[in-house]
Structures are given as structure tokens and as C-alpha cells.
């Protein structure tokens, strides 16, 4: 197992196609973030949920997943289920978003996602940031789409508890769903645990990776 430290994280960038996919596919890896690089900026967009109770759910989630951040939320209304049909608006959204920052990582769903949102956006990603970092974030669904993640950041079980704890207290709006609970969360970052050597951890896949080994 090889670990390659990532270098200075000033700048983020959290990408979503739902309220929630941040927190849920990258949460833990954003809390590590923010607590060990106070009053790094984190700019959040999130392309369907704008102007609903997701809308307030999601900034508070963010806040409280993001503490002492310069954290800027973005959440637009595209219609959920339909990016396909909005290519335009959602590329022009990213490319708004890189006119504005030039982050060190890309947090983002990934491209072997079933979900067509969450795909979609994922293909969107490199149109508009080019040479960056980014780490696709998995999300479990009923699509049985999980594959073999390439990249992990191991999480604490104090961590992975609070990853858990805020998921639960800030998305009410999807409690009733029968895949949003403690031990499906805690089980998937067990299993990725397991796969790096750590006690829990978040996994992502990285298409793309320019290694530093003179720094």
C-alpha cells in the first residue's frame, strides 16, 4: 500500500446533483479537511433542490459537515432525475464555478455511477476543470453499482460516527428511505475499512493522477 501525502488543500470544490450526495459520498473526507486546514474555502454546488426544504437542509448540513470553513453554497433547481436534458445549464454552471476558484481537490460523483445524474455530472467535471484533482465519491444505492475504488481516506470510528450522526440529523426529509440508516452507512465505510487498513474510511475513484515525487 502506498500513501502520497496530497500537498497543501487551500481550496475545495464539493460537487452534488442531489442535496445530500456531498455528505453522504464525501462527508467524513470533508470534516478531516476542515479540521486539520482552518478557514480553508469549500465552494459547494449542488444542481437540483434550489428554492425547496433541501435547499435549507443542504446549507445546514454543509455548515455543520464544514466547520470553520469559508464555505459557499450553491444549490440551483434543476429539475431531479432530468440532467440529460439540462446538459447546458449544468455545464454552465460548473464553468461559472472554475471562473471563480482554482481548488486544490475536487470532491464529485463518479463516472461509473448508475444514476444518470450523478454520471452525468461526473462526465461534466473535466469540461470546465482541467488539471485538478478530483475524487469520485460513491454512493450506495438499490442499483448495485459499487465497484473497486482506487483511493481512500481512512476515518476514525469517532469520525465515521459523526459522519452518521449528521447525516441523520440534518437530512430528515430522507429518513423514510429504507438505505438511509446508521448501518448502511457505517457498513460501506467498515467494508472500505477493511480495504485500506483503517478501522473505517471513504473510498473514491481517480481517473486521473499526476504524481510529485521530486517535491
Not at 440529460?84 to 481537490?105: I, M, V
Not at 448508475?114 to 462526465?123: F, I, K, N, S, T
Not at 469540461?127 to 475504488?149: Q, S
Amino acid at each position: 500500500m502506498i500513501r502520497l501525502g496530497g500537498g497543501r488543500i487551500d481550496r475545495v470544490v464539493a460537487l452534488g446533483a442531489h442535496c445530500d450526495d456531498i455528505a453522504i459520498g464525501a462527508g467524513g473526507t470533508l470534516l478531516a479537511i476542515c479540521a486539520a486546514r482552518p478557514g480553508v474555502r469549500v465552494d459547494a454546488l449542488v444542481l437540483s433542490g434550489g428554492g425547496s426544504e433541501r435547499d435549507d437542509e443542504e446549507r445546514a448540513a454543509l455548515a455543520a459537515f464544514c466547520p470553520g470553513a469559508d464555505l459557499r453554497v450553491t444549490v440551483l433547481k434543476l429539475p431531479d432525475g432530468r440532467l440529460p436534458a439540462h446538459w447546458d445549464e449544468a455545464k454552465s454552471a460548473l464553468e461559472e464555478l472554475r471562473g471563480r476558484t482554482d481548488p486544490d481537490l475536487i470532491l464529485a460523483p463518479r463516472t461509473g455511477d448508475a444514476h444518470q445524474d450523478h454520471r452525468g455530472l461526473a462526465q461534466l467535471v473535466p469540461t470546465a476543470f482541467r488539471g485538478h484533482l478530483v475524487l469520485g465519491y460513491e454512493i450506495v444505492k438499490w442499483d448495485g453499482d459499487l465497484g473497486r475504488p482506487n483511493a481512500y481516506q481512512p476515518m476514525s470510528a469517532g469520525l465515521a460516527e459523526k459522519k452518521v450522526e449528521l447525516l441523520q440529523r440534518h437530512y430528515p426529509s430522507q429518513r423514510h428511505r429504507p438505505w438511509y440508516d446508521r448501518e448502511a452507512f457505517l457498513g460501506l465505510a467498515r467494508i472500505r475499512g477493511i480495504e485500506c487498513q483503517a478501522q473505517y474510511a471513504e473510498a473514491f475513484h481517480v481517473t486521473k493522477l499526476i504524481l510529485d515525487l521530486e517535491g
